[in-house]
């Protein structure tokens, strides 16, 4: 776990909570909904405030929910259909089979190694026909941002290699230009993948 980062989320967690709130649900978030079974488990790595969580859950999905920042689950730990948990996802250790993997950008805060290591574990914690949603940063070269955040965004090319590596197959893969927390504007991927075997 990256200790800046993190800092920055416990800090921020009532401002951040209050920027994702102004957000309606994304294209992302239906597509993942459309494609996991119904009434499925799902899990959802570095929830952050929650607000994909609750929706999740109340479209009917059993959710869990898990990130490294105490303050951020603290926004939703009212939040009694979900179950919360202070995990860092560099030592996660996936206890229960899922439907579904949900990663909003999150991974994108671990370096390198340990993003291929938990796309290994996360294949293996879903069931078949199982999947996997990413949404991270595309790029090449890992970086602070101005708020000391840590960044490892990942192209395209790596992203379908690791997967495929994995038996996730890629049924969708859509880009955006969009803008930070921190006004940056950003590059974004969302990819959605299938456990084939
Ligand atoms: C950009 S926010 C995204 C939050 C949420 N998924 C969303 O889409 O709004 C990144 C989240 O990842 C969490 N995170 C970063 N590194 C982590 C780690 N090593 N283990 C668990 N969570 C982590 C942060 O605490 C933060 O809540």
């Not at 009694?80 to 996802?89: A, H, R, V, Y």
């Not at 250790?93 to 991974?107: E, P």
Request: charged share 30%; proline share 1%.
């Amino acid at each position: 776990m990256d200790r800046k980062t993190i800092e920055f989320y416990n800090k921020n967690a009532h401002r951040y909570a209050e920027w994702r709130s102004k957000e309606s649900a994304d294209l992302s978030q239906r597509i993942f909904l459309n494609e996991v079974k119904l009434n499925g488990k799902i899990i959802d790595l570095g929830c952050g405030t929650g607000e994909k969580a609750i929706w999740f859950n109340k479209k009917g999905l059993k959710v869990d929910a898990v990130d490294a920042s105490l303050e951020m689950l603290e926004k939703f730990k009212h939040f009694k259909d979900i179950s919360t948990k202070q995990i860092d996802l560099s030592k996660i250790m996936f206890l229960k089979k899922y439907d579904g993997v949900w990663a909003s950008f999150s991974i994108q805060h671990l370096e390198k190694s340990i993003q291929d290591r938990l796309f290994k574990k996360i294949a293996k914690t879903l069931n078949k026909n199982g999947i996997f949603y990413i949404g991270i940063h595309e790029g090449n070269k890992s970086y602070r941002d101005n708020l000391h955040r840590l960044y490892v965004p990942r192209s395209e090319t790596e992203l379908k290699k690791i997967l495929k590596k994995n038996k996730l197959q890629i049924f969708n893969l859509f880009k955006e230009k969009n803008f930070s927390f921190d006004n940056k504007p950003i590059k974004i991927m969302h990819i959605f993948s299938k456990l084939i075997c």
